[in-house]
């Protein structure tokens, strides 16, 4: 089976965000393809990988000829909480990979929710740590982040920095959105490197860890006492990083998506 992987030229390796978005595809054999210079000839593949919604904005007709070929297309989405799976833009794409339900609260018939995973090897685990860190952007998208940021400032950090500062944390507060109330990739990020997790409730937080493993708040208040009284507990976040070592590596999700195509 050969698999075309098309790339948007933004979205560069040395990008914090790439591992999260593309690093399960470097896992996967097969080539690449620049999306604003693709100059590829699909007929000498049987797969081709296509980034999320977005990057395909100014590229509409290069992705109706994608779609008119006979190639098998496979969508890697990660934004679906804004529009339904019912969209024209899904038509025609044989199978979707999702991190969330739609805007309707569906799955994709033709796809299955691909949970996230990490390069565990970037993220050495420090265990114990000081503190409760919380690691994020703000922004009227999340308005419970807002509200969290008056009682804990938020912090960011490039790469290295952001490592350091979660190998430093005794735990880290996640936190999912009213739009998209799914769990982010930042809790194997958290987990891989020691660090307990501190996060409101969210869908399908089941798929990754177990809830005897995360600390939950349920208010503002009740956050503010956790983080007031925190102390860390280094069996659990050992339990954590071997999770991620064991069922969330970018190697491990590459052969899932295998055995679905």
Known sequence: MRILKILPDGDKPTNHNYDINYGVWDKIIGDYECLESFNADLDEYDVVFLPMFKRWRDHTDL??????????????????????FDHEYYQGIDYIFYRGL??????????????????????????????VSFPCSISDRYPLRKKINKIIKHSLHETSDYIEVLQNSAASIHTNSDISPVVRAKVLEFAACGTQIISNKCWNMEDYFPDDLIIY????DHLSHIINRFTPNVRIQKRLRAIV?????????????????
């Not at 779609?67 to 098998?72: A, G, R, S, V």
């Not at 708040?217 to 503002?220: G, P, V």
């Not at 190697?251 to 899932?256: G, L, P, T, V, Y």
């Open 63 to 84: 992705l109706n000829r994608i779609k008119d070929h006979k190639i098998k297309k496979v969508m890697f989405d990660n934004d679906t909480c804004y529009r339904s």
């Open 102 to 131: 739609d805007i309707d609260g569906k799955r994709a018939t033709n796809g299955s929710l691909l949970p996230w995973s990490v390069d565990h090897t970037r993220y050495t685990p420090v265990y114990g740590g000081d503190g």
């Open 217 to 220: 708040f349920d208010s503002i």
């Open 245 to 261: 070592e064991d069922q969330h590596t970018h190697d491990i999700r590459a052969k899932q998506i295998l055995d679905k195509l």
